[in-house]
Structures are given as structure tokens and as C-alpha cells.
């Protein structure tokens, strides 16, 4: 009797699942005959539907989530547009990057799921592991979680489509496929927000009457947060039940760029944009949405066909050009005339033979049609005062301290149509705005040390590099 007594203390113990007659009498009968506890592992697992291979899609561009506060949110004005109350179907792109993780049983371990809440009426949530929920607002039942049979695959692109009828039926399809086909609901929607959000969410709350996750957590371990990364494109969302055939035909045009239009559609985002921090709706219904932190992702092998810059061309052709110009810029050479030689180069003094302040160019505000006395200094040839360079005021701003601070801050040379430089030659001079301009210059032994002392004299940092 002491045995069995025992063993009914034992079963208390068991899973629910296990307490069959089958299973009550074989464990009586081991225990009493002193043998080792041997249970099988009941039926097997039906395997999951058979899916056909992940379709060639990739976007020119996503939105990337890769951090706990990165989320979409758009205000919709009229939320009546997005709300519907009989029949819907909705879809979108989604590509998970994160690893897998273990579930979590510590409070102070938290999870982050990615979370598409439509006006809280209805919702789709990839969950703990990239398992897939849905939600809806509605009779039964009620706003709270339903499980499904649906994990996205790993570092690829998965179609998710879901659908709704009041009238009791509720599909997921992955990829075209319909997977699961029990989402057991009933009733019309209702909703209880004007927002679409997209956003990377805490746990398994969504709003403060939002259902808690029913499933029990078993690891005790602590590890890192269980958080959603990866990448979403072209959510969708109709009026009607859209079939097999319906998502099928969505998918191969959303590969080629494009989708089902018509009366339909609700809003189509296809987060294409690639920029800015606004998405649009390609339907023009809803107002445009705002991005919070979610970055723009574009394949890495996307700028292969594409053109090369032509920045550098444009700029070269506008290297002392008279087009647009609004600057005439010469140079007085009589303030090196007196060198005698080639050291004292290094250090310019003006006519005067007063010193030229070391890190910053000197301008003259004389008449620029006056006589100057121009003479070749050692390490250049003669230049006479005839030569000058067209120049952009906004460029030779924007590329150079000194120049900003010469034509930009209040100077005198700020209101003059022509400038005059000193303590440099005009043929260096060229080449350190050819540089300003083009970014690259031609540097020689012959012309490396005067381009020094004036990219030095002009805080051109990564000239006077080049010319070290």
C-alpha cells in the first residue's frame, strides 16, 4: 500500500497532459516492481506545413529597427479610414536580423517584440524568437494576444498576411502559404486609438487594457534582453478578405516594386522614401507618419550601378570661371618682391618689410587698378597684377577658414567685389584655390613648399598634409 500511496504522491506531480489510464498504470506497475520510470513520448509532432523557398524580394530600401526606442508613429486624423469593421486584411515585409534567445522568468529581464498596432483595433507582433501573434479589438477574443504556428526565418524576407471576417474565420499566410488557418475570432472590430504604430514594445503590453502573454516562462538563467533587430518594408493594409491568389499576386508585384491598387486599399506604406524622417502613404489617406530613431536600410550591394559622383567635375568647372562668380581675387607679389632668398620664403615680409602674421592670409584693401610692382619670388615665376582668379564667395567660405572669415565675418573685403593677397604668388595661390575647389591638387617638388607655407598661412589642414 506504502508504494502506491507514494506513487499517487508522485502523479500530483505530473503534467496534465499525462494523467491517462495509459500512463497511470505503467507507472504504477514500474513502481511497484522497483523498475526505472519509463514514459513515452506520446504521438509525434505533426510536421509544420511544407513553404515554398523565400521569394527574390529586396526592397530598394527599408526602415532598420535596431534599438529599443526606434518607432514609427502616424497620427491618423480620419480614424475611420483605418478602421475597419467587418472585414480587413493586412500585410507586410519583414526581415529579422537578431539571433535567437532563450525565454526569460526574471522580472528585471525584459523582451522587446517589433509591434504593428493599427488604432489599437488590430495587430501583428513578432514575438519571443521571432514567433508570430496577432490581435484584435473585437467580441471574442477580446484585445489580447492569439498565438500562432508562424516563425520567421532568420537574415531573410518573409511575406505576412493576415486576414479577418467578423463572421468567425482568420487567416495568416507566409510567403503566399496559408499556415495557420484556427484563429478563432468573432465580431466586429472596434477601436480604441487614432494611431498607427510601428515600434519595438516592452514585453507583451501594448496599452494599459492590453491582455498580459499567457505563456509560462521555465529558464531561470538571466540573459541579455530578448529584442526584435531587423528591417520591415511595404505594409498594407485592404477593406476585404484578400485570398491565396490575392497575396500571391501582391508578392510578385511588390518584388518588381509596385502592388494591388484600388478602392481596396486602405494605405500602402512601402518605406521607400530612403530619407528624411518621414513615410507616406501611397494612397494619400492617411497623413504622413514620423520616424523616431528607426534608421533607412538599402542592400550593400545596391551602389554597384550606381554612377559614380560627379561633384568633383561639377566644381572643376567652376574653378575660376567667370559664370556665377561674384569675386575677383588678386594677389600682390611686391610683398615678397624684397626675399633674397629662398629661406626667406619661408617667412614673407610685404614691401615695407613689415611681417606678414603667420596662419592667416593678408589682404590689401588698396585699389586694385592702381600700379603694383609685381617681381618673381625664388620659388615662382614673375606674375604681373593683369592676373586674377574668378571666385565664389560661398565656396571659398565653405572650404576655408581664413576666407570665411574674410568675406563672411564683417571685414572689408566682405563688401568688395575685388580682393588683393599678399604674402603669396599668384601661381600658388591657383593651385591652393584649384584644391578649394576641386579638392585635389598637383604637387610637385617644385611647388611643395611654397603650397605649404600658404595652405599653412590659410589653415588648410589637409593640404598642407599633402604637401608635408
Known amino acids: 500500500v506504502s508504494p502506491c500511496a507514494s506513487s499517487l ?95 526569460i522568468s526574471s522580472p528585471n529581464d525584459k523582451k522587446y517584440y517589433l509591434s504593428i498596432n493599427v488604432i489599437n483595433s488590430y495587430a501583428l507582433y513578432c514575438c519571443e524568437n521571432r514567433w508570430l501573434r496577432v490581435a484584435f479589438r473585437n467580441e471574442q477574443p477580446g484585445w489580447k494576444w492569439i498565438p500562432t504556428n508562424t516563425q520567421l526565418p532568420l537574415d531573410q524576407w518573409t511575406h505576412i498576411a493576415v486576414t479577418y471576417d467578423s463572421s468567425g474565420t482568420g487567416g495568416l499566410y507566409q510567403n503566399g502559404v496559408l499556415v495557420n488557418d484556427q484563429l478563432k475570432v468573432m465580431g466586429k472590430l472596434e477601436a480604441n486609438g487614432k ?105 550593400p550591394d545596391s551602389m554597384a550601378n550606381v554612377p559614380p559622383s560627379s561633384i568633383a567635375f561639377d566644381f572643376r568647372q567652376m574653378f575660376n570661371k567667370r559664370l556665377a562668380s561674384d569675386i575677383i581675387i588678386r594677389v600682390d607679389e611686391s610683398s615678397i618682391a624684397s626675399s633674397s632668398s629662398s629661406s626667406s620664403s619661408i617667412s614673407p615680409s610685404s614691401s615695407s618689410s613689415s611681417p606678414v602674421p603667420h596662419g592667416a592670409p593678408q589682404a590689401s584693401t588698396q585699389d586694385p587698378s592702381s600700379s603694383v610692382t609685381l617681381s618673381s619670388s625664388s620659388a615662382s615665376s614673375s606674375s604681373s597684377s593683369s592676373e586674377f582668379l574668378y571666385g565664389h564667395r560661398i565656396v571659398l567660405a565653405a572650404r576655408c577658414e581664413a576666407f570665411r572669415a574674410m568675406l563672411m565675418k564683417g571685414m572689408s573685403e566682405s563688401t568688395q567685389k575685388e580682393i588683393v593677397i599678399k604674402g603669396v604668388t599668384f601661381s600658388t595661390l591657383s593651385l591652393l584655390i584649384e584644391y578649394l575647389y576641386c579638392d585635389t591638387v598637383e604637387i610637385t617638388p617644385q611647388n611643395a613648399v611654397e603650397l605649404f607655407i600658404a595652405a599653412d598661412m590659410f589653415q588648410v589642414l589637409r593640404l598642407r598634409s599633402m604637401c608635408e
Open 9 to 103: 504522491h508522485l502523479l500530483l506531480a505530473l503534467p496534465r497532459s499525462l494523467l491517462s489510464l495509459e500512463y497511470i498504470c505503467l507507472y504504477l506497475l514500474r513502481n511497484m516492481l522497483g523498475g526505472a520510470l519509463v514514459l513515452s513520448e506520446g504521438p509525434p509532432v505533426p510536421p509544420p506545413r511544407a513553404l515554398p523557398p523565400p521569394p527574390p524580394f529586396l526592397p530598394p530600401f527599408a526602415l532598420n529597427f535596431t534599438e529599443v526606442q526606434d518607432s514609427i508613429e502616424i497620427k491618423a486624423k480620419q480614424a475611420d479610414m483605418l478602421q475597419q469593421s467587418d472585414k480587413l486584411s493586412f500585410s507586410i515585409w519583414i526581415h529579422p536580423t537578431n539571433e535567437p534567445m532563450p525565454s
Open 195 to 299: 494611431n498607427l504604430a510601428i515600434r519595438i514594445m516592452e514585453r507583451a503590453v501594448e496599452d494599459a487594457d492590453h491582455a498580459q502573454q499567457t505563456t509560462t516562462h521555465t529558464t531561470t538563467t538571466p540573459t541579455k534582453p530578448n529584442r526584435f533587430t531587423g528591417m520591415i518594408a511595404h505594409l498594407k493594409i485592404w477593406r476585404k478578405v484578400l485570398t491565396a491568389q490575392d497575396i500571391q499576386q501582391e508578392m510578385r508585384l511588390n518584388m518588381a516594386g509596385t502592388g494591388i491598387d484600388g478602392d481596396d486599399v486602405v494605405g500602402w506604406w512601402r518605406f521607400d522614401e530612403g530619407a528624411g524622417p518621414t513615410v507616406y502613404d501611397s494612397t494619400g489617406n492617411v497623413p504622413e507618419g514620423r520616424i523616431a530613431g528607426a534608421r533607412w536600410w538599402m542592400p
